[in-house]
């Protein structure tokens, strides 16, 4: 297969280490440059590049000396995380989505960058939010990725730009811990669950956030990147939805396989939870590229528990 030139940036966050397996999977190893700002464990399979995205020349440096010809541009500081340092969030989602965008015309590059559900805000429809709507987010985080969307549609729409986008979900998974996100709750309670511990959850009992586990986020950020461009009506970003659920739903589920108890003590992500849809329609993106869930929300749990249980099955 011909050498693909991948440059995937937060190649050690939560997506990227599992965006990396499956794009050795899909293309090969060679093909695929991981960066990140720490350093990865011995024995990482891929070629590593230590890169501050900030850096618009180091960025610059990595894409020509290595021939980069696609961006799966990750980095991004998370919801909570982002509403204790409102500047930095801004600096890093945005600042570096600009020298990629820049960078993207300059060399040719495609690129996937992840957009979120917190780029809706508390007067958005809640219910099956469809495509176009209102999007008037709350927290910082919510802003760049409105900002960022539109900043994305006009490098496709100027400069002819070949972005692609998904508004993901609350993502679980087991293999890397998330950070700094609202949704992380539901990747805690399962890391809780399995070690016989109690959680105190940081969201009510009945909060309901749209979900998706992470192989299907993985698959659909590679049907996306492998759709034809024809058939694309979406420029800022593409709707997407597997399931939702409230904490009181995933503990009963939970339940049902392991004796687990779980206690609600709301704290500051809950008005962040507060301000997002309860449930995403996604049709537009199943109609373009054809998307489709694989997992429904009680085959996720099963295979949560298992490979929690179990990693190296
Ligand atoms: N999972 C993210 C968060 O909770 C939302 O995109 O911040």
Redesign the pocket.
Same mark, same amino acid.
């Given at each position: 297969m011909a050498k693909s030139n991948i440059l995937v940036t937060g190649s050690l966050g939560q997506i990227g280490s599992e965006l990396v397996t499956a794009l050795n999977q899909k293309f090969s190893p060679d093909a695929v440059l991981s960066s990140d700002i720490q350093t990865p464990p011995a024995g990482y399979p891929n070629e590593f590049a230590l890169l501050d995205v900030t850096d618009p020349e180091k960025l610059e440096n990595c894409i020509h000396k290595h021939s980069i010809t696609t961006i799966y541009h990750l980095v991004s500081l998370? !919801?909570?995380t982002?509403e204790k340092d409102p500047q930095k969030a801004w600096q890093v989602n945005i600042g570096s989505l600009k020298t990629v965008l820049d960078l993207a015309v300059k060399y040719h590059l495609k690129v996937f960058w992840?957009s !979120?559900?917190?780029a809706f805000g508390p007067n958005t429809p809640k219910d099956q939010t469809p495509q176009d709507t209102i999007m008037q987010p709350t927290t910082m985080?919510g802003v760049t990725?409105v900002a960022g969307e539109l900043l994305c549609q006009y490098y496709h729409q100027k400069y002819g730009v070949d972005i692609r986008s998904l508004r993901?979900?609350?993502?679980i998974s087991w293999k890397t811990e998330?950070g700094?996100?609202?949704?992380?709750y539901a990747n805690y309670m399962f890391f809780k669950a399995v070690k016989n511990e109690a959680y105190v959850c940081f969201l009510s009992k009945d909060t309901q956030l749209p979900m998706m586990y992470m192989d299907d986020a993985i698959k659909a950020t590679l049907d996306l990147m492998a759709a034809p461009a024809e058939k694309l009506t979406v420029w800022t970003s593409y709707n997407l939805s597997a399931f939702s659920f409230t904490p009181e739903r995933l503990h009963a589920e939970i339940s049902r396989h392991l004796p687990f108890s779980v206690t609600y003590s709301p704290d500051f992500h809950q008005p962040?939870a507060d301000s997002?849809p309860h449930s995403i329609d996604d049709s537009v993106a199943r109609r373009d590229w054809n998307w489709s869930p694989e997992y429904n929300f009680s085959r996720f749990v099963t295979v949560m528990l298992k490979f929690l249980k179990s990693p190296h099955v």
């Open positions: 998370l !919801s909570a982002g992840p !979120s559900i917190a985080y990725k993901y979900p609350g993502i998330p700094g996100g609202t949704t992380d962040i997002w």
